[in-house]
């Protein structure tokens, strides 16, 4: 298996600009979750879906931050305007229900806005 | 409560062990695990200990896990450059279902030569 695919790796945009950030998940696996990780923060939950639907995206810190699964094999983190204080590594992760809670991460997609 | 605390940094000689700390707070915890982050990429599971044990090792690695004081170790023998990472403890929660882990903030292991 690929293992959990996201895109773009890397990303610098200008501050008030749409930011898309895509993942594709382990297929088969039942669970995808949305992190943000920064130094002064750490690794953050930002949402997680299951079976392409939304279970808890308490972690969204505003409205200016979307996500989307349309199905099984392709989910979406949207920042729209972004800002500055979002610049971040933003993974995506999925897991699959009888496996123990291992959750299995992308390699992370870099954002910086300036 | 549901949260996971590391010491932020933790700095070895080659050749050395590492102990890696972890308090969590939920004694309903399940699983526990311990995540290795390189520099750039993701994060990927290096081991796991399940909540009726009190120790596993694999090759260079050992997991203690302390029930009574919710505390958790990762001890890496014979500490190598290629261990420079940051590692992560998580704990699955037992009445969450499956998901999600709850992660601590990881420690910066730095080894040097």
């Known amino acids: 298996d690929a293992g959990v695919i996201q895109s773009p790796r890397h990303e610098v945009t200008e501050m008030g600009q749409e930011v898309t950030l895509r993942c594709k998940p382990i297929s088969g696996h039942d669970y995808l979750f949305w992190y943000r990780q920064t130094m002064m923060r750490g690794l953050e939950l930002l949402i997680y879906f299951n079976n392409n639907v939304p279970i808890d995206d308490s972690g969204m810190p505003e409205d200016r931050f979307s996500a989307k699964m349309p199905n099984a094999s392709f989910s979406t983190l949207k920042i729209q305007p972004s800002e500055p204080r979002d610049s971040a590594v933003y993974f995506c992760a999925s897991s699959f229900l009888v496996s123990g809670n291992t959750i299995y991460f992308g390699e992370g997609s870099w954002l910086t806005v300036v | 409560g549901e949260d996971v605390e590391q010491s932020l940094f933790l700095s070895v000689r080659e050749g050395d062990s590492s102990v890696i700390n972890c308090t969590y707070t939920d004694s309903s915890s399940t699983y526990l695990y311990w995540y290795k982050q390189e520099p750039g990429a993701g994060l990927q599971l290096l081991t796991y200990?399940?909540?009726?044990?009190d120790m596993k090792q694999d090759q260079r690695l050992t997991v203690l896990l302390n029930k009574k004081d919710k505390h958790l170790s990762l001890r890496i023998a014979d500490t190598q450059t290629g261990d420079s990472a940051i590692y992560f403890c998580a704990e699955a929660l037992k009445n969450s279902g499956n998901t999600p882990l709850v992660f601590g903030k990881g420690t910066r292991l730095s080894v040097i030569a």
């Open positions: 200990i399940f909540s009726n044990m």
